[in-house]
């Protein structure tokens, strides 16, 4: 299970520059501005969100914590973050809008795999339950190549035995990051002895059974009729050029996310925060673009909106969080990031989110950071 | 007999450099595409192959499974690639040329080495066996520097008994990614305790006798009359330079390999898909080019044909194959890096190999995708 | 406690490149040059100094040795450096100047932490003790998040037990360099039983309890009114970007040291060797530049000049020196230094630190070593 | 012993990149050249030499074999090559060239270090001795911070005992490159338990009391003076930058050794294969450039010649020859580069290391490998 959450497709080339190109990028902190409480809060798609951090869907949650989609669900509408439901979750789409307060219900994510009339019934029923925006996800066509599952021999759809989650526990020992606090609060670290217990891997297979039918994933024409029947707040993830941007314009999105799967799809492709500023520099301002890839640090979501996204998407890192400590997991690693941005800003000199600009970072001539070809 | 396989000239630095620098190229996929199945058929001087991969020529491959070229050959047709069968191959060119049905015979490989005389013998022979094409190899002048089979003492002509063979088995683990699916299939990872047996080193003496017998290596007017003589289509194999594919063009080569020989002859040239760019501009499409060298994924044949390459030549990954189930297993590699492309072409969002171009990949300003000096 | 000194913020990012930065930067050496005792003399904000090396202010110094701040200061008179004593003290300012000699009385910081009120009365106690320059540091509004210190769960205030304080001395092999010396000198390099003793925690709360108390850290028209308190030398400690040291200029100030804090408060920050070209540019001679980070040869020095710098701060390097043997460790310390500084510009071929520009330094041209933006 | 050759200055810096900075520069082979019989015969300052490759001086030899200085330059002599005798020498100038042919006499060495009375009856000396060439390091002013050396206690004036003499053997294995070849000859690769018996401390004491008196190290205008004293071919050792190249050709060197003294004297200048071309571009050919530091392959060779130098610098490679089987071990060491020198060339299709140029290696774009500035 460590190994289905962390790992990545092919020889994870991606997974790792995600991370090493942030790194590679540097802060330019201004120093002794006038002290003003930072500010976190902004928007997205119209929507008011009080930190740039929303939580990225992930599938089969309940596998590493009974909480599962709609724990995740719950801490992200009590941190004023958002949480991007996948249409595989282990909990039926209307369960988890239900375990969210009315004004802060979640986004709901559609895979481009499904078909069309399955697009249109997730689509309706999304509508119904009160989400509040629809992610379309168009970086999957096929799934991707990853070697640790194969390995591990995890079945599809995912099912999952006792004896193989409590290994989670150790694991987790490799990204002390998010223990170490949990640590401090006195949280458990090691799994929970029911966990896994409550996954009913029938169920499971018989939800998705209508969804995972793929008889073709929708092209751009395909995704503007899904917009015009979606009607709110549309947002497309998985782009990576400025072309493919382009095309989110043209079908009317009102938000890119630029991703490339958290290096679990095609290996190889750009590192996120590399891609970002050819895609900001398409759509100059006609949308609002995301990054979601790569992000564990304060500091990443920064150079993130100083390079032109207005907000990012977490992935591994709140599943660590559900993994540990379920819905109050998630809560936590959210709590850190805020702390983080909170403390980041104050650093920076600049604590204001929303103004941000390309000033605070140091674009090198060698240019990972690339324009616009 | 492992680090027969694996090694390289020197210190290896091109063995290693094959392969980062296809790490560090991007790709640059579009999202959301119509369907279409994907095409991976092309074609190579005039030959159909429904896959832009080939097994390149590998010597003495008896050695390591007791299929050896003919289970190559038979592999390659049976998967609707080629075997371009070596000169120093363990088994007779008749012989493994009669393995193969008459609308898929291999091509034939030429070492520089060899003689004017035995070299025009051979050409011979090969029209005569049916093999489709003739693939001169350029950069073996003389032997590269192979310190493994130094410290290893491989003896040349080579020979091996079998308590060195069954050690291969073991080594494999080092490359996991070519057996999990091997294991996953229920393929044997361990070696036939008959391995080694089939191999009569003194035939191998003999058969080599004349071939061996280097007066000079063939320059470039000698290369042509091999051409002339030969009538078919014709390859050219070592090429790393802008000024060398000129050569070959001016002598009429129907196809141009760039190639480092898998960084076994000259140590510290360049990595074969640096070398690529200044190879496909000095031939502006006159011939065909391929890229032989560093090869192991998909990713890594679309970024080869997105810089200009018709089709790529595996070499080790193959051998790796036949070691371990022998014919079946060089079907398994193929079928193996067949399923990538297929994936790939998909996540790419452009399913035909034909048509990709250098707008897939992101070329760094830094540059060692260098264009014509 | 080896952690509390050699960590950094978060990820370590920037402790590391701090370091690297310097590495990938070449010296050009001039070869037999007429012979001229090296001189290492040199003045910042108008005061000699007789190494371009000055400490830099550490907080908490007495926690890994009795002899604390006091002894720097003591160790850094003698050697004909300046000692910057830290506002974080665990020692009072009276009792540190009252250790040096009348005229060579060490510098105090002032964190821009503490209050306006708490700063004026910081100010006149410095002035009448007697400190010859006032350094605030800018680049702590609040403290860095140093998860090292998190795990090791270090109080705040620091206080600490021998138990703890005991292990430093096995952790200090981790930096032979700064041993090897004492070693030879025959230097105790274990730590006196005594360690930590010494501390009086209650007494360190109580002292800082005024000057910590955070309402709001000074902006730059505080820091202006603050150095007209002071009237006296004055520098401004953490200033990475053009921008800032412009407003140092508006502000009047005498010396500016480009500081990321070793590393400790905004992580993924500029090396300072990388940020140094971008302030000497904006400065452009108006005010002396500093630099503080990553310095631990003498061939560090000697770049930070050819860049523009005027002198250098260490920090960790002598908090070592202090640990190992108190006073006479920090004195072998600068010792080293100047060692090294003899000899290395004795093989530059320039004996004169103060005239080396920016020819003895090869700028690479893909350019961490930027200029003004 | 082994951290005395294997070691350099502080932190090693250079040390490594002199390596790595070769392992980047691409070789450009051209293709089924006409065959011609490798010619590695080149000149330097006049004189033929049958391989470009010299031994460079190293001081002290004896503590590594009885042989010494003697066995080098026998060995050199006979394989066609240049012995550079270090003043340094454990043995005496005249014993030394004693050991040679007269008609293969080596060169000699004065370090900038000895004083200009130390520096003539050296000169003269020399010349009586009947050695061909007279080189003059000039990085020596004074010696680099070894702390190798330090740490290991090695006492200066160099004496040795047995006990840890015989540690060199083991230590030996991390550089296997040269061990395999003498493995396959039979040669020893345990030092004989004589080893270091032969050495007579209280001689080399001595024997270097007035060579060591430095007052200062000589300047141009004195280095000018010795070369006029000297009258033969004169070249000047340890030159980085175009400013030392025109300073050598004004006091009329006839040869200039691009060196940083095997990263032992100031770390972190520019790995020579880096500084070549700045040098060549200076000297334009109005004097003969070597290179050293760095070399130990075949292909480092070419592509020294490729950017400029007329010949090549060897230093630990032939010592740990030396130390394994003496005066053999240093042949055998000459010889593995001569093999690998006609293979490359083979191999580089360009088989006369006279004529090879810069289009031998492809410079990158983003260029350690600098021009004149």
């Not at 002390?176 to 029911?194: A, E, H, Q, V």
Request: glycine share 10%; net charge neutral; with cysteine.
């Amino acid at each position: 299970l460590f190994d289905f959450v962390a790992g990545g497709a092919d020889d994870e080339v991606t997974v790792t520059t995600n991370r090493t190109a942030f790194a590679s990028l540097s802060l330019r902190p201004r120093m002794a501005s006038e002290y003003m409480k930072p500010n976190l809060a902004t928007s997205v798609v119209g929507q008011a969100i009080s930190i740039p951090v929303l939580t990225a869907p992930c599938g089969f949650l309940r596998i590493v914590h009974p909480d599962g989609e709609a724990g995740v669900a719950r801490a992200a509408a009590a941190e004023g973050s958002v949480s991007i439901v996948s249409a595989m979750a282990a909990t039926s789409l209307e369960d988890v809008a239900a375990a969210t307060p009315a004004d802060a219900r979640p986004w709901f994510q559609l895979y481009a795999l499904g078909g069309i009339a399955g697009a249109d019934q997730l689509v309706d029923r999304a509508r119904s339950a009160g989400y509040r925006a629809l992610v379309i996800t168009v970086d999957t066509p096929v799934p991707g190549n990853r070697e640790r599952d194969v390995r591990n021999a995890i079945p599809m759809p995912l099912s999952v035995n006792l004896s193989s989650a409590v290994r989670l526990g150790p694991s987790m020992l490799a990204h002390p990051r998010w223990l170490y606090r949990f640590i401090r609060d006195g949280m458990p670290t090691k799994l929970p002895n029911t966990l896994g217990l409550a996954i009913d891997g029938a169920r499971i297979t018989q939800e998705h059974a209508t969804r995972l039918m793929v008889t073709d994933p929708p092209a751009w024409p395909a995704i503007e009729r899904i917009r015009r029947r979606w009607g709110g707040p549309f947002l497309v993830k998985g782009v990576l050029t400025a072309e493919d941007a382009r095309r989110c314009l043209d079908i009317g999105a009102d938000g890119i996310v630029v991703s490339n799967h958290g290096g679990r799809q095609l290996d190889s492709v750009a590192a996120t925060i590399d891609a970002l500023p050819e895609v900001v520099d398409a759509v100059d301002g006609r949308a609002d673009v995301l990054l979601d890839g790569g992000v564990e640090r304060g500091t990443d979501v920064i150079k993130a909106v100083a390079l032109g996204a207005k907000a990012v998407l977490i992935g591994r890192a709140h599943v660590w969080g559900l993994a540990v400590a379920g819905e109050r997991g998630v809560s936590e690693v959210l709590r850190i990031l805020r702390d983080e941005l909170v403390r980041d800003l104050r650093l920076m000199g600049h604590p204001d989110i929303t103004t941000i600009d390309r000033s605070a970072v140091q674009l090198r001539s060698d240019g990972p950071h690339r324009s616009n070809p």
